[in-house]
């Protein structure tokens, strides 16, 4: 199985910092690589696909980035509404396998 | 629109059988592959397996391979999650997902709403 590691797994910052997660895959998976963001309460929403695609009505202040093992969530320009769970999850081959999830915190 | 709705909340014993559901609307829904994901209280989430409506083809998480069994009825745009004996371990928000393909790179691009199972005694 590919496993999923997230760095951080908590961080904490204000409106308007930029965000970076990353996410490290156990094996390499190409770019077959999705970024989720989950509010409480709520199922979680595609942000990003193979990598570095912004999904449809996504704002551009997020964008993702690596290939093979390697990967990077940014949000460039932290807002309010962005304070969630950030989920990696490799799309490369069964099963499939989540992260274990970053928490963006206000400071 | 598309969406993904999924059966509501149950509350069930230890040792009880339990079936959730996921209905699909506005896609084919024949032609693209439904997954399963648990969320236990205060956790990440964990792929449980998915299924392809068009064929029945299923593959498992190896953490959930003879716990759980998904099914779907494609006459009715339907997928399954059941249980034939629920334990305590077992509570926990269960959402299904629709695998987008091509056009989103094999991403889960549609999540049904969820569906709480609380189990106790």
């Known amino acids: 199985d590919i496993q999923m590691t997230q760095s951080p797994s908590s961080v904490s910052a204000s409106v308007g910092d930029r965000v970076t997660i990353t996410c490290r895959a156990s094996?390499?998976?190409?770019?077959?690589l999705a970024w989720y963001q989950q509010k409480p309460g709520k199922a979680p929403k595609l942000l990003i696909y193979?990598?570095?695609s912004l999904q449809s009505g996504v704002p551009s202040r997020f964008s993702g980035s690596g290939s093979g093992t390697d990967f990077t969530l940014t949000i460039s320009s932290l807002q309010p509404e962005d304070f969630a769970t950030y989920y990696c999850?490799?799309?490369?081959?069964?099963?499939?396998?989540f992260g274990q999830g970053t928490k963006v915190e206000i400071k | 629109e598309v969406q993904l709705v999924q059966s509501g909340a149950e509350v069930k014993k230890p040792g009880e059988s339990l079936k959730i559901s996921c209905k699909g609307s506005?896609?084919?829904?024949?032609?693209?592959?439904i997954g399963w994901v648990r969320q236990m209280p205060g956790k990440g989430l964990e792929w449980m397996g998915i299924i392809y409506p068009g064929d029945s083809d299923t593959r498992y998480s190896p953490s959930f391979q003879g716990q759980v069994t998904i099914s779907a009825d494609k006459s009715i745009s339907t997928a399954y999650l059941q249980w034939s004996s629920l334990k305590a371990s077992d509570t926990a928000m269960y959402y299904c997902?629709?695998?987008?393909?091509?056009?989103?790179?094999?991403?889960?691009?549609?999540w049904g709403q969820g569906t709480m199972v609380t189990v106790s005694s």
């Open positions: 506005g896609y084919s829904f024949t032609s693209y592959w």
């Open positions: 094996q390499g998976i190409s770019s077959w």
């Open positions: 999850q490799q799309a490369n081959s069964f099963p499939l396998t």
């Open positions: 997902a629709r695998r987008g393909g091509s056009s989103s790179a094999d991403a889960f691009d549609i």
């Open positions: 193979a990598a570095s």
